[in-house]
């Protein structure tokens, strides 16, 4: 049998494997597909991060605003119960009061602070008077 070189119907470029490319710009083009395919895989993972970033960072700062005004809050209320013990405090140095009186008149003071400041500008024998006043609603 004579081989494929000495067979006059058969030329060499009859045999060549199909898994081989023919011409050389075909590997390049492959090649440049390939490229072009782990570029867009490259970049949609960078904007997958990038995504997963974002959110993370909003995540954060919803997660900061809420803790501010938590301790926003915290604060008022412990500036707002140091106000009161104080208010308790200035009461009970005037005078002879029921537990019952001097808690109302408490009450209305952390409500109102302008009868507040009046109280605290008399003198110490007048505050009793004022907060008799109050206990009777005419002031």
Do not use: Q
């Amino acid at each position: 049998m004579d081989s494929p070189s000495n067979n006059i119907f058969f030329t060499d470029n009859d045999f060549i494997s199909s898994f081989m490319p023919i011409d050389t710009n075909m590997r390049n083009d492959e090649s440049s597909c390939k490229n072009i395919l782990l570029k867009k895989r490259k970049k949609s993972l960078i904007d997958l991060d990038a995504r997963y970033i974002e959110s993370i960072d909003r995540f954060v700062d919803k997660a900061d605003l809420r803790l501010e005004m938590m301790s926003k809050r915290m604060g008022f209320e412990f500036d707002a119960s140091e106000a009161r013990k104080k208010v308790y405090e200035a009461i009970c140095k005037v005078g002879p009061l029921k537990v019952r009186e001097k808690l109302s008149v408490a009450k209305k003071w952390v409500s109102d602070t302008k009868s507040l400041d009046f109280f605290l500008a008399f003198l110490m024998m007048r505050r009793l008077e004022f907060i008799h006043m109050m206990l009777d609603g005419s002031v």
